[in-house]
Structure formats: structure tokens, C-alpha cells
């Protein structure tokens, strides 16, 4: 692994159903991040992770929630989908000091029908 | 309310220079970031600031006035590989990004 993986890369869902989108990366970065993209919107941070153990919500938490047992992973789960949840999911990953900027995962295409 | 504004999109010819401006209205300022996004792709960063002034990285710079609440980022010799959306992302008092919508930018021969 190098840098940050998601998967799946897209996905086809049926609402209600439950959806786990992993994220893994290999930095040993202490924060991470699940943001959604909508076309001519911004990114919306969902979830973020500032150390493995803690969690918090970002803009847009409902219907979302997340765990960081590790360093490395932090998986975000859709419990009951919803069409209103179709959008690109990007996780990312940054570490403390300097500019802290953040690394993007390829990102998950997620379909709720 | 948290705001950044940036043009939706912006178009400029093979060799040309263009700048791509972003106003911001943030509870707090603790940086400001520039990614590139280029389509069905993740964000890459290109640049931060957090001091008033210009930084230069090769052919981008990107510029910052806090007093005004606005960035410009600046690229030169454009190529048609810099054909992508620009996204500006002020980081706040709670040390979170809030990011504008992009600029896509389109890059003619």
C-alpha cells in the first residue's frame, strides 16, 4: 500500500440497505477524514478523526458514523441508505505540524437507489 | 455563516497566464489551501498560506491578503494538463477546512 486506499472504487446500492466504505492508509498520519462531494457543492466533511480512538462530527454527520480502532483505518458506515446519500466519498488523511495539508484516497462513486 | 466564494469556471489559452480568485468569510483563520482536482479524480494540494504575501512554486503562486479575506492563486505557461477544477479551502478556528465549490478551468490550444 502506498498512501491512501478506498474501496470499493463505486457502488451500487439499494436504499436501506447498510454500506461500510473503507479507508486505509499507510502514512501513520494521527488524522483522518470522510468528506462527500456533490456536484457544485464543496467538499462537506462528514467525519473526521483527529487521533486512532477518537472520532468527531463534521458538517454533515447524519445518517453516517465511523470508528478508528487504529491508526490505519477508518471506515465509515451508511447504517440505512438513502438516494439523498449518492455522491463521490473521499477519505483523507493529514499529520500535525507544518501546513497539515491533507491526502486524498482515490474516492468511492456511491449509487443509492 | 462560513463562506468561500470562487468562479465556477474560467477559461484561458495554451501559454497564457490566469489568476483565480477566492474570497472567504471563515469563524477563524488558520491557513488557506489550493487543491487541484482534475475530473473523476482525487484533490492534490498545490499550495498553503497562512502568511499575508505571494509564495511561488514553480509555475503556480498563490497569494493571500487576511485583512481582505482573499487568495489568488496564479498559473503561469499554462499547459492543456492544467485543464481542472482549482479548489480553494480556508482551514478555521476549529482547525477544519471548509472548502469552496472550484473553479473548473479550461485550457484552449
Known amino acids: 500500500i502506498a498512501g491512501i486506499t478506498q474501496a470499493p472504487t463505486s457502488q451500487i446500492l439499494a436504499a436501506g440497505r447498510r454500506m461500510t466504505l473503507r479507508c486505509t492508509q499507510d502514512m501513520r498520519h494521527n488524522a483522518m477524514y470522510w468528506y462527500r462531494q456533490d456536484l457544485g457543492l464543496g467538499l462537506r466533511l462528514i467525519h473526521y478523526?483527529?487521533?486512532?480512538?477518537?472520532?468527531g462530527k463534521g458538517e454533515v454527520p447524519d445518517g453516517y458514523s465511523v470508528s478508528r480502532a487504529n491508526t490505519d483505518d477508518f471506515p465509515l458506515t451508511l447504517a440505512s441508505a438513502v438516494p439523498s446519500q449518492t455522491s463521490v466519498y473521499f477519505c483523507?488523511?493529514?499529520?500535525?505540524?507544518?501546513?497539515?495539508?491533507?491526502?486524498f484516497g482515490p474516492g468511492t462513486r456511491l449509487t443509492v437507489l | 455563516g462560513q463562506n468561500i466564494d470562487q468562479p465556477t469556471e474560467m477559461t484561458a489559452t495554451e501559454g497564457a497566464i490566469v489568476q483565480i480568485n477566492c474570497t472567504y468569510q471563515?469563524?477563524?483563520?488558520?491557513?488557506l489551501f489550493w487543491y487541484q482536482q482534475h475530473a473523476g479524480e482525487a484533490p492534490t494540494f498545490l499550495s498553503y498560506?497562512?502568511l499575508d504575501g505571494l509564495e511561488e512554486k514553480g509555475r503556480f503562486s498563490s497569494f493571500l491578503s487576511r485583512s481582505k479575506g482573499y487568495s489568488y492563486l496564479l498559473l503561469k505557461e499554462l499547459q492543456m494538463k492544467d485543464s481542472a477544477s482549482y479548489l480553494c479551502?480556508?482551514?478555521?478556528?476549529?482547525?477544519?477546512?471548509?472548502w469552496g465549490a472550484g473553479t473548473k478551468l479550461i485550457i484552449k490550444p
Open positions: 478523526s483527529n487521533t486512532a480512538g477518537t472520532t
Open positions: 471563515t469563524s477563524g483563520f488558520n491557513g
Open positions: 483523507a488523511s493529514s499529520d500535525s505540524g507544518g501546513s497539515d495539508e491533507q491526502f
Open positions: 498560506n497562512v
Open positions: 479551502a480556508v482551514r478555521d478556528s476549529n482547525y477544519q477546512l471548509i
